[in-house]
């Protein structure tokens, strides 16, 4: 069988939120509470992230040099890329992130062709400008994460999903094997949802050798 690995970015493949981090950072106003409102399911992903990031006037370069001193990949990112090369497993990112720094830090490590999907980002002196993309081209203000696993499903590959947040929850309950940390660990636990826990991605590396 077809095997597809999908995995989040922030928080899982790196070992923080990036786009947390240049939100305060840069953003002129209080994105804060436009979390919390997320966070309370009152707006979607896609509008948290289009109105926090409204806030942000930064040009590219000046947020990439920040990412570049700030971000880091998680211990064993190269691993788990070479892991799934030699099974052929698809590694796929599918992240709420944006798109231009995850594009930038995958560079860094010359691992820029791996298929990403995430937020569209186009920068303007007003303020940056976010939207998602689905699989069939509209754009999506939430479920950009789910969308891609049940279009992974269709096209009959097992997905095994790699993720740590809130958002991460629905994507995973369609998924055949689920690694989890921090938030969606929590949510696994508390209901039930058959999951391995990872600190490093090695950890999941030894798991995927005996799919």
Not at 12 to 17: G, N
Not at 30 to 48: C, P
Not at 53 to 80: H, P, W
Not at 150 to 161: A, C, N, P
Request: hydrophobic share 40%; glycine share 8%.
């Amino acid at each position: 069988m077809k095997t597809l690995v999908q995995c989040d970015f922030d928080g899982t493949l790196t070992e923080r939120d990036t786009a947390f981090f240049l939100l305060d950072a840069f953003a002129q106003g209080d994105w804060r509470q436009l979390l919390q409102e997320y966070k309370e399911h009152k707006i979607s992903v896609g509008q948290f992230n289009t109105q926090a990031f409204a806030m942000v006037k930064a040009d590219k370069e000046t947020l990439l040099k920040v990412v570049r001193g700030e971000s880091k990949m998680r211990d064993g990112f190269q691993e788990l890329v070479a892991c799934c090369s030699k099974r052929g497993f698809r590694l796929v990112i599918v992240s709420n992130g944006l798109d231009f720094y995850i594009k930038a830090m995958l560079k860094e490590i010359d691992l820029e062709n791996i298929e990403i999907h995430a937020a569209q980002t186009q920068f303007h002196p007003e303020g940056m400008n976010v939207q998602y993309i689905g699989p069939d081209g509209k754009q999506l203000n939430d479920g950009l994460k789910e969308a891609y696993t049940k279009l992974f499903l269709e096209q009959g590959y097992r997905v095994v999903y790699v993720g740590n947040g809130d958002s991460d929850v629905y994507p995973a309950k369609c998924a055949q094997y689920v690694f989890a940390r921090g938030e969606l660990l929590t949510y696994c636990q508390e209901n039930n949802l058959a999951c391995k826990p990872f600190d490093t991605l090695i950890d999941i590396v030894k798991e995927l050798e005996l799919l």
